[in-house]
T-cell receptor, first 115, second 110 residues
Framework: GAVVSQHPSRVICKSGTSVKIECRSLDFQATTMFWYRQFPKQSLMLMATSNEGSKATYEQGVEKDKFLINHASLTLSTLTVTSAHPEDSSFYIC???????????FGAGTRLSVL | SQQGEEDPQALSIQEGENATMNCSYKTSINNLQWYRQNSGRGLVHLILIRSNEREKHSGRLRVTLDTSKKSSSLLITASRAADTASYFCATDGYGNKLVFGAGTILRVKS
């Protein structure tokens, strides 16, 4: 099946620093990737849709200058949390859509803790 | 905003029993999917049912869809301890997005 790799799995950083999370589709090309945020015991909240070669589409209420998304190739999308603060601590998950199917393949997630 | 609601929020059963989870949604759909999430991990796709289908099976999984009631159910038969996870339904939204339900936390006790 399709494999999506997300790195790092866990990161702890100081307040004010920036953190980059990578999402790679290992065995397929993904023109569209998605970034989600998940709070403990809650569902996934879509943050943005990442399209290869174009600007990401952000959901309402998500600060695009805070959460920078780059989709430079068909197999890699990155999410950079800029000037992270404790309230940015969360579980971030990426996914990639394969072809015309609506099925999304998810990375293992990144646990971000901002001190 | 999420359009799916699931019940129960949490379900605890004994190994070998069946587990049923329900999902309701608000708008018309092309398909509905079920995903599983182990604690602290990403989601794994389980099954997709199209709007013109009423029932679908995959191994020990059985999914039903009632578009008139805008609801779906996921049945896991002969549950195992390894089935312990959170289960989410997801409907297709605009722009190729998925809209996830609130999820059901399933615990299977051995």
């Amino acid at each position: 099946g399709a494999v999506v790799s997300q790195h790092p799995s866990r990161v702890i950083c100081k307040s004010g620093t920036s953190v980059k999370i990578e999402c790679r589709s290992l065995d397929f090309q993904a023109t569209t990737m998605f970034w989600y945020r998940q709070f403990p015991k809650q569902s996934l909240m879509l943050m943005a849709t990442s399209n290869e070669g174009s600007k990401a589409t952000y959901e309402q209420g998500v600060e695009k200058d805070k959460f920078l998304i780059n989709h430079a190739s068909l197999t890699l999308s990155t999410l950079t949390v800029t000037s992270a603060h404790p309230e940015d601590s969360s579980f971030y998950i990426c996914s990639a859509r394969l072809g015309r199917l609506d099925i999304q393949y998810f990375g293992a997630g990144t646990r971000l803790s901002v001190l | 905003s999420q359009q799916g609601e699931e019940d129960p929020q949490a379900l605890s059963i004994q190994e070998g029993e069946n587990a049923t989870m329900n999902c309701s949604y608000k708008t018309s759909i092309n398909n509905l999917q079920w995903y599983r999430q182990n604690s602290g991990r990403g989601l794994v796709h389980l099954i997709l049912i199209r709007s013109n289908e009423r029932e679908k099976h995959s191994g020990r999984l059985r999914v039903t869809l009632d578009t008139s009631k805008k609801s779906s159910s996921l049945l896991i038969t002969a549950s195992r301890a390894a089935d312990t996870a959170s289960y989410f339904c997801a409907t297709d939204g605009y722009g190729n997005k998925l809209v996830f339900g609130a999820g059901t936390i399933l615990r299977v006790k051995s």
